[in-house]
């Protein structure tokens, strides 16, 4: 069967506009393409630029940072030191609280009159010599009057000597003693409330562990 | 329709091809015609940038922009803070009394 000269024609047509709508079709691609490359490239350039900028500019930004966060940051810190201390305080009252309780005898599980003897033997070891003046308050000075000749024994079983006088004028602490050597050239403070201050001093971290805020 | 009809037709289809071709080309250049227009923007407006940033100009949105995020930064930071500093006063009534019970025993002498 041959082809009609029609026939032929439409073919002609056919795959002309095919070819015509493929060179299009690619010359669209083209374009998109480069304009694609075109777009990444002003991105890059943008980006460079800034990072330029940055550099350039970089102290000033960091300082604007440093000048608001690390304010902040420093606020904070003290909010959490206060926050900390604040209940560390309460800690250490409560302490002063179950101290006064044990100076005053309400506490059965201490011993106070042994814990005021161990308290001047310290103290006089530390001060050394013979004679001393003890202060205390009117309450463990009552008991030292009335018991003077037993404690004299127990700080002479101690060190090996000690004679002990006890300053008639009362002071105001919770417990404990301030002791004195007879020429009165050696003070030596052993309070409770003294003790519980340099106590403070010495363990506060430790007791921030047991709390767990540390 | 003869051959000649045929022929004719295959000359007019040519030109449609040709002008196709045209057609392409012009599309080609003018997508790298805008290309060339966009990076030379982008070049220059990187340049104008970066010389005005040498000499301190134009920086004060960067400043701004720093400043507002440093602002969310310390907002956060407080708000870490102040979470923990509360948490600190959740602390138990047993941790507090093992904590003076500890205190007792270094202020009282052994």
Do not use: W
Not at chain 1, 21 to 38: P, V
Not at chain 1, 171 to 180: H, L, M, N
């Amino acid at each position: 069967m041959s082809t009609t000269p029609l026939e032929l024609e439409t073919q002609l047509i056919e795959r002309t506009i095919k070819q015509r709508n493929e060179l299009l079709t690619r010359a669209g691609e083209s374009a998109e393409k480069i304009l694609k490359a075109a777009e990444e490239e002003v991105e890059r350039i943008g980006a460079e630029s800034e990072r330029q900028i940055l550099s350039l500019v970089g102290s000033e930004l960091r300082a604007v940072r440093d000048r608001i966060v690390g304010g902040a940051e420093l606020e904070g810190r003290k909010m959490m030191m206060l926050s900390r201390q604040e209940l560390l305080s309460k800690v250490f009252d409560a302490a002063r609280e179950r101290l006064a309780e044990v100076a005053e005898g309400k506490d059965k599980s201490s011993d106070y009159e042994d814990i005021l003897v161990k308290l001047i033997i310290e103290t006089v070891t530390a001060i050394g010599g013979e004679e001393f003046i003890v202060s205390a308050n009117e309450k463990d000075l009552a008991y030292l009057k009335k018991n003077l000749k037993k404690v004299n024994e127990q700080v002479s079983d101690a060190l090996g000597e000690g004679d002990l006088k006890l300053d008639d004028e009362p002071i105001d602490v919770i417990g404990g003693v301030v002791i004195r050597n007879s020429d009165g050239t050696k003070t030596f403070h052993n309070t409770l409330e003294g003790r519980l201050v340099n106590v403070r001093s010495r363990i506060e971290a430790q007791v921030g562990k047991t709390l767990g805020v540390i | 329709m003869g051959l000649e009809s045929v022929l004719s037709i295959g000359e007019r289809l040519q030109r449609l091809l040709t002008e196709a071709d045209r057609e392409a080309e012009v599309k080609v250049a003018e997508a790298q015609r805008r290309a060339e227009e966009m990076l030379s923007k982008a070049r220059v407006d990187a340049e104008r940038r970066r010389t005005m940033a040498q000499r301190g100009y134009g920086i004060e949105e960067l400043l701004n922009e720093a400043e507002e995020k440093a602002k969310a930064e310390a907002k956060k930071s407080m708000k870490d803070y102040k979470a923990k500093a509360e948490a600190l006063k959740e602390v138990t009534e047993e941790k507090i009394a093992e904590a003076v019970t500890l205190v007792l025993q270094e202020v009282l002498p052994r």
